[in-house]
C-alpha cells in the first residue's frame, strides 16, 4: 500500500502543477503593472501576451489598470509550455504588423520593438528643430504609441490626457521649451516625473521617468535634458508620457503634439 500510494502522489503532482500553470483569474491590487503581473507569475510572452489577452478589459491603454480588474492570465500561448506559439507572436500578426508604423491605435507593444531603430533615425533633425525655434520634441521623434485623447473608462477623464512617445530605457528626455521647473520627484502611477511651467504659462509633464536630471525650482532651456525615459509608476514598458496643461493639475490638458507645432516643432 506504501508504494502505491507514492505512485498515486507522483501521478498526481504533474496534474497539480499543469493546473497551476493553466488559464485563471487574477485581481489587480494597488501598485500592479503588466510587467510585474507578468514576471510574478513566470508568464511566457511576457506583459504584451497579459494584454493581448485582456485588451477588451483593460482598453486602449495597456499602462492603466485599475485595483480590482479581473484580467486572465496563464492562457494559452502564455505558460511556460508554449514555446512555439510565443515566438510565432512575435514574429507575425499585431505586433508584428504594428511595429513598423510606430502604431497610433493603443501600440504599446509595437513601441517597444520600435523604439531603438526609430530614436537613431530621427536625432539629427530633432537637432535641427531645436536650435531654429528653441522648442523641441521631448525625445528624438521615434513615432507614438498612445495617442492623445484615445478613449477608455479606466481615466478618470474618459479619454488618455497625453501622448505616448515611443522611447526606449535611458532615452534622453529634453525639455520642450525654456521655464522652470515646478516639480520633480515621484507621483503614483505617473512614477517619476517632471512638470515644468513655461513662459507662456502653459506647463509640461513627463512621466514614467527611469532618472531625473533637474529639480524643483530649476530654470531649464529648449532641448536641456531633465530626465531619461523609462518604465516606472504604472507603466507597461519603457515609453515617456507627456502632457501640456494649462494649470498644474490633471485635466487641464491640451492637445500635446498641436501646442508642440504651434512652436514650431516638426513632428
Known amino acids: 500500500s506504501v508504494v502505491t500510494a507514492h505512485a498515486v502522489a ?35 510572452g511576457g506583459w504584451q501576451k497579459v494584454y493581448e489577452d485582456n485588451r477588451r478589459t483593460i482598453g486602449a491603454d495597456p499602462s492603466l489598470i485599475l485595483p480590482g480588474m479581473k484580467l486572465t492570465i496563464g492562457a494559452k500561448g502564455s505558460a511556460p509550455t508554449g514555446p512555439k506559439s510565443t515566438t510565432g507572436a512575435q514574429a507575425s500578426g499585431k505586433n508584428g ?57 479606466m481615466w478618470s477623464s474618459g479619454y488618455h490626457t497625453g501622448v505616448d512617445f515611443i522611447a526606449s530605457s535611458g532615452t534622453t528626455v529634453r525639455a520642450v521649451g525654456a521655464g522652470t521647473v515646478v516639480s520633480a520627484g515621484w507621483s503614483g502611477s505617473y512614477g517619476n516625473e517632471v512638470v515644468i511651467k513655461h513662459e507662456d504659462g502653459n506647463y509640461s509633464q513627463y512621466a514614467h521617468l527611469s532618472s531625473l536630471s533637474v529639480s524643483a525650482g530649476q530654470s531649464v532651456s ?20 507627456f502632457e501640456i496643461r494649462t494649470t498644474p493639475s490633471y485635466g487641464s490638458d491640451v492637445d500635446p503634439l498641436a501646442y508642440l507645432r504651434q512652436h514650431g516643432v516638426s513632428l
Do not use: C, M
Request: proline residues 7%; hydrophobic residues 30%; charged residues 15%.
Open 10 to 44: 507522483a501521478k498526481a503532482a504533474p496534474a497539480k502543477a499543469a493546473a497551476e500553470t493553466g488559464p485563471r483569474t487574477y485581481s489587480v491590487v494597488a501598485g500592479d503593472y503588466l510587467s510585474k503581473i507578468a514576471a510574478d507569475h513566470h508568464l511566457q
Open 222 to 241: 529648449g532641448g536641456q535634458q531633465i530626465g531619461l525615459s523609462g518604465s516606472t509608476g504604472n507603466s507597461t514598458g519603457p515609453h515617456l508620457h
Open 97 to 153: 504588423d504594428e511595429a513598423p508604423r510606430a502604431s497610433r491605435d493603443s501600440g504599446r507593444p509595437a513601441a517597444a520593438t520600435a523604439a531603438p531603430k526609430a530614436e537613431e533615425s530621427s536625432t539629427g533633425s530633432s537637432a535641427s528643430t531645436a536650435s531654429s525655434t528653441g522648442w523641441v520634441s521631448p525625445v528624438a521623434l521615434a513615432g507614438f504609441s498612445t495617442p492623445y485623447h484615445a478613449s477608455g473608462s
